[in-house]
């Protein structure tokens, strides 16, 4: 029997099994054919069209849309994943609606873009659908790179090499490949094991070796894989999460939204996970929106995100900010946190409204109080672990070119490099892009 | 409200819209219920000679094109004509017309080549009270191979003949349906006029294989494996039919011939335009198959509204206004001179337009960094490619130049006076000006 959304403290079993699984499908269903024709047949076939210059992969997508108009999906599926091997993740994560069904002509004709996404899925999970995996493994180098870290980055990077020729060791501290697309990223966008199933497809092109719980600094290092290797390829993405300051945050309830995401996409049962009955989320970014929209999908009664800066400036765009909205979470701006206050577990939070003149962030001494037995930090994470001698560039590894760091041999892409937007489709081109750079140079 | 009420041949109808001999008018059922929908008329489902009926394929008798969102735009047919008996149709259509004697009722006969055949069915056609009979010389499948159909109006010689028995038997209003399937249309339908005919109808059917099954490589419809072509009809047609239309209403030998105009009409436009080249009344049968009877509603109500906006009162007012602007291409006017613009305010910055003028035109629009789309007067000849392709309708315009401007792109200006090829300095037959 569901405990319900009144419930106090952190507790599981708010919703019934049934409601949770409702809740936990699919965000958009995939298109079925004949709707997909239609929604392909709506694509212009721009000349340079903006939809390719807004993605960071450069998916051909007018030809991939043509691809499905023309009756052959996995062809379109050929076309995206060409360029793009985790199409079928991005296709469910992008931000497409600031990426490239922004640029598309006919959202700026009638506010209705292409659904570019909705049709990438379509046609990544035709060539998935398959089976079979439709690139081929050049005549062996002779070479082997490690990449560090299985997550988006590292898998586009070892694949790319893979299918150039040379020998990939992929080395992920956790237990599972796939890094974010496993671990992040909202669950009610990668149903039904997506990631691993992505992962899998993924290593039939063989000559890549997954080694998990291998974690840098620790069972391996930079020296030694340097030494073992002919290039290193860094894709350890962001581990740490950055500092609350404010009273009280080391109280029972407050924890990393990340970890709570995580929690989430890791469960097997969730009508186990705990979520609290007035749950606020500190951030304004996608981790934000997520963590905020989980727990109320988990049946917390009432779900605040409190952002310190305008609604303008949040990292979730607009539409995730509907998103939020239409799942009953309220957005508060402009409202910084001062402290969690309860006896030994979190009960309220304490928010200081704030202007910012000037881009200068301050409290204006006037405060509100709500009620918060859950207090999810979304405030951005940061790099952690990076080896020594690695040049920063601010709280990241210092790039140069396609992905080169400050020392020979070793590459690096993805959330953990300088540059770039944090999102998986920036981390897959990243990957790309290096692993292009390493065969030049170890061929040259 | 404009009054649609219509006379052709001095038969009476309370609108130009008449179902084409077809499917939907096979039987008492079906014309009923669209009579009872509101249709105008009806040219009955071709009635064959006295005896055993034709038999129908067993299989798919159509095939179809389709644009986005499998909107049907052409549609292709093997079926005969009726395949019930002769004496069944004459009961059918004599009961119909006497509960509806304010409708049109045509029927469309097809017997052999041979007066005696004609001879005997069109008396009894003439006891079912029918306004008149249309001579299906279309059908180019099935029936032409029997020496019929699209046989017949492949030869203007027959058709004239034919057409001459018909006139000797029958003393109602005769109406000669061409095919399409010939080189000129004009020399069918001055037959069928030297032989004595009140009006022609056009077109029938386009000799047509819509696809080939890619597993199969049979052409489709299939029957077993195997196609034969069929007739083509639909909105992919009219463009076709428009023209044969014009044609006959503008040549000397035919011209004042009234017409039935047929052919891919899917609205009320599409019945003004046939209209306004010639025809006294269209006739409908792709989009009734398509969305049924209640198309009807719209097909009235729209030409009355677009009527009452022009000011028009009697559908008799809109025929043949378009014909006088039909005419040869050495006729056009070469003094006119028009440019592409594009209206950047409506622009959506697709690029359609520059693709289509950079690689298949003449090079004539500049893209900037920016997606700014610009039409360079000097290289533009006004082919209105931009404008087809352009995917926002009224963002690019053809704009006449005024005469006294100077063309950049010949240097030359624009004259104000008329002049054509014939008259043209490059025209080796051109005949001074006197």
Redesign the interface.
């Known amino acids: 029997m569901a405990q319900g959304q009144m419930v106090p403290g952190i507790v599981s079993g708010r919703l019934s099994s049934d409601e949770l699984t409702s809740n936990f499908t699919d965000l958009h269903p995939p298109l079925a054919a004949?709707e997909a024709?239609?929604a392909a047949?709506r694509c212009?076939?721009?000349?340079?069209?903006?939809c390719v210059t807004a993605c960071p992969t450069d998916i051909d997508i007018p030809l991939f849309m043509r691809q499905i108009q023309a009756g052959q999906p996995e062809a379109a599926g050929e076309t995206i994943l060409a360029q793009n091997i985790l199409g079928g993740m991005c296709a469910r994560v992008c931000p497409t609606e600031t990426l490239c069904e922004e640029a598309c002509?006919?959202e700026?004709?009638e506010g209705a873009p292409v659904e570019i996404g909705r049709l990438q899925r379509y046609a990544t999970d035709s060539v998935m659908a398959d089976g079979a995996h439709p690139f081929v493994r050049a005549e062996s180098t002779g070479k082997t790179v490690a990449v560090i870290g299985a997550g988006p980055a590292g898998l586009a990077c070892a694949h790319r090499l893979a299918m150039l020729g040379h020998e990939v060791v992929i080395h992920e501290s956790k237990p599972k490949p796939g890094g974010l697309n496993e671990y992040g990223i909202a669950a009610y966008k990668s149903t039904n094991n997506f990631a691993q199933a992505e992962v899998d497809w993924l290593m039939q092109i063989g000559g890549i070796t997954i080694e998990t719980g291998s974690v840098l600094g620790d069972t391996i290092s930079l020296e030694g894989l340097s030494e073992n290797y002919d290039a290193v390829f860094l894709s350890i993405g962001l581990a740490g999460v950055n500092a609350l300051r404010a009273g009280g945050v080391g109280k029972d309830g407050v924890r990393a939204a990340v970890e709570f995401i995580s929690d989430v996409r890791q469960t097997g049962d969730l009508t186990d996970l705990p979520v609290g009955r007035n749950v606020v989320v500190i951030g304004g970014g996608m981790t934000a929106v997520d963590a905020a929209v989980k727990s109320k999908l988990l049946g917390a009664e009432h779900v605040t995100i409190a952002y310190r800066r305008g609604r303008d400036a949040m990292g979730a765009s607009r539409y995730e900010q509907d998103l939020a909205a239409s799942h009953g979470v309220k957005i508060m701006t402009n409202v910084q946190p001062v402290a969690v206050h309860g006896n030994g577990a979190a009960a309220e939070i304490e928010l200081e409204y704030t202007s910012s003149e000037g881009g200068q962030l301050t409290g204006t001494g006037e405060v509100i109080r709500l009620p918060a037995d859950q207090v999810l930090k979304a405030i951005g994470q940061t790099l952690e672990g990076a080896p020594e001698g690695l040049t920063l560039d601010g709280n990241k590894i210092a790039v140069t070119g396609a992905g080169r760091t400050s020392m020979a041999g070793v590459w690096a892409g993805g959330d953990c490099a300088a540059g770039g937007e944090d999102l998986t489709v920036t981390a897959v081109a990243e990957g790309r892009d290096a692993a292009m750079d390493i065969h030049a140079t170890l061929t040259a | 409200m404009a009054d649609l009420q219509t006379n052709f041949l001095g038969i009476e109808s309370p609108n130009p819209y008449w179902l084409a001999s077809a499917p939907p008018t096979d039987k008492e059922y079906n014309v009923r219920r669209a009579f009872e929908a509101g249709w105008g008329g009806v040219v009955w489902k071709t009635l064959g000679a006295e005896g055993p009926p034709v038999v129908n394929v067993n299989g798919p008798r159509y095939g179809a094109i389709y644009g986005?969102?499998?909107r049907l735009l052409g549609l292709n047919n093997i079926e005969l004509i009726t395949d019930r008996p002769l004496e069944v149709n004459l009961e059918e259509m004599a009961r119909v017309k006497a509960d509806y004697p304010d409708r049109a009722l045509i029927a469309s006969i097809m017997v052999p080549c041979e007066e005696e055949a004609w001879r005997a069915i069109l008396p009894r056609v003439a006891e079912t009270g029918a306004d008149g009979i249309e001579l299906n010389f279309g059908c180019p499948h099935g029936m032409s191979e029997r020496g019929m159909g699209s046989a017949v109006g492949q030869v203007p010689e027959y058709i004239e003949m034919v057409t001459r028995w018909c006139k000797k038997h029958y003393d109602r209003p005769v109406i000669v349906k061409l095919t399409p399937n010939i080189t000129d249309i004009r020399k069918p339908a001055e037959a069928a006029k030297n032989g004595g005919a009140d009006a022609v109808s056009l077109i029938n059917t386009i000799n047509s294989i819509t696809s080939v099954n890619l597993d199969t490589f049979s052409p489709e419809p299939s029957i077993d494996g195997k196609g034969s072509h069929g007739g083509y009809c639909g909105p992919a047609v009219k463009p076709i039919a428009l023209s044969m239309v014009s044609e006959i209403a503008r040549a000397q030998a035919t011209h004042g011939l009234p017409i039935s105009g047929i052919g891919g009409v899917t609205t009320w436009r599409d019945a003004a335009e046939f209209m306004a080249l010639g025809c006294g009344t269209v006739q409908v049968c792709t989009a009734a198959m398509t969305y049924g009877f209640k198309i009807i509603d719209e097909l009235t109500a729209g030409l009355s509204k677009w009527m009452d906006e022009k000011g028009y009162k009697d559908v008799s007012e809109i025929v043949g206004l378009a014909v006088p602007n039909v005419t040869d291409w050495q006729y056009l006017n070469l003094n006119y001179v028009a440019k592409a613009k594009i209206d950047q305010d409506q622009c959506?910055?697709?690029?359609?337009c520059?693709?289509a003028c950079e690689d298949t035109s003449h090079q004539a629009i500049s893209?900037s960094d920016d997606?700014v789309f610009e039409v360079m007067d000097d290289e533009c000849v006004a082919c209105n490619l931009c404008v087809d392709v352009c995917?926002?309708d009224g963002c690019i315009s053809m704009v006449p130049m005024n005469a006294g401007e100077i063309d950049p792109r010949t240097g030359r200006e624009v004259q104000p006076d008329y002049a054509n090829w014939t008259s043209h300095p490059n025209n080796p037959m051109a005949k001074a000006a006197e």
């Open positions: 004949h024709a239609v047949d212009y076939f721009c000349y340079d069209a903006p002509v006919r700026a004709a | 986005a969102d499998r959506i910055k697709c690029g359609r520059y693709a893209m997606r995917p926002v």
